[in-house]
């Protein structure tokens, strides 16, 4: 079973330039979540998908960040104007269906790292 | 606001020694509660989890967590490390009645010495 793959590995944009990120979940997954880590902080969540639809998108620092899940597959997140405080590592986790706790068994990406100078 | 603290940022520990990470969450109610671990080079990977039932848990490759609800605390532990434990470890935690956002601590590199 593949895991889930992100794309591009690394990237480094200027600011006020545009990126998107992507994320395949594992097939079959229903949830989808995106994380961030800025360098030397925690890891943050910044939304959820369940199939196409945005459950849960607290986490998301403004509306310069795009989140989309067309169809309910892979996913991409979009930063547009990107600024410099946008750098860090972007992870993808996904995860099964809602009905039992296979909810909460998360399976993470290798991540983007993003640069932004 | 819901927080995970883990209490070291960095350990340093000969091959053998014992370890533990500490971990301790700030929330009321029921949670669920992870170690995730990202090896040099590789993703976040599972630990060990804790939903309900036996409060001490075993995870992969030796480890171990005990949930003390009493102390809001999740410290993992593993008698004798070994070099190939060298990585960056995670405690996160979900809130039940969330949608299953993870919730992470700070992290703990730990670097086992050979």
């Known amino acids: 079973e593949a895991g889930v793959t992100q794309f591009p590995s690394h990237s480094v944009i200027e600011k006020g330039q545009t990126v998107t990120l992507r994320c395949d979940p594992i097939s079959g997954h229903d949830n989808l979540y995106w994380y961030r880590r800025v360098m030397g902080k925690e890891i943050k969540f910044l939304l959820h998908?369940?199939?196409?639809?945005?459950?849960?998108e607290s986490g998301m620092p403004n509306n310069r960040f795009l989140a989309e899940r067309t169809g309910g597959t892979y996913s991409t997140l979009k930063v547009q104007p990107a600024e410099l405080e946008d750098s860090g590592v972007y992870f993808c986790a996904s995860s099964q269906d809602r009905v039992t706790t296979a909810i909460y068994e998360q399976y993470f990406g290798p991540g983007t790292r993003l640069t932004v100078t | 606001a819901q927080s995970v603290s883990q209490h070291n940022h960095h350990v340093i520990l000969s091959e053998a020694a014992s370890l533990e990470l500490g971990c301790n969450y700030s929330?009321?109610?029921?949670?669920?509660l992870f170690w995730y671990v990202q090896y040099p080079g590789q993703h976040l990977q599972l630990l060990l989890k804790y939903f309900s039932g036996d409060p001490l848990v075993k995870g992969i490759k030796g480890f171990e967590a005990e949930f003390i609800k009493s102390k809001f605390s999740f410290n993992l532990r593993k008698p004798s490390v070994q070099w190939s434990d060298t990585a960056e470890y995670f405690c996160a935690v979900i809130i039940s009645s969330n949608t299953g956002k993870l919730i992470f601590g700070q992290g703990t590199t730990l670097q086992v010495k050979p």
């Open positions: 929330y009321g109610g029921t949670v669920n």
């Open positions: 998908f369940v199939k196409e639809s945005k459950q849960d």
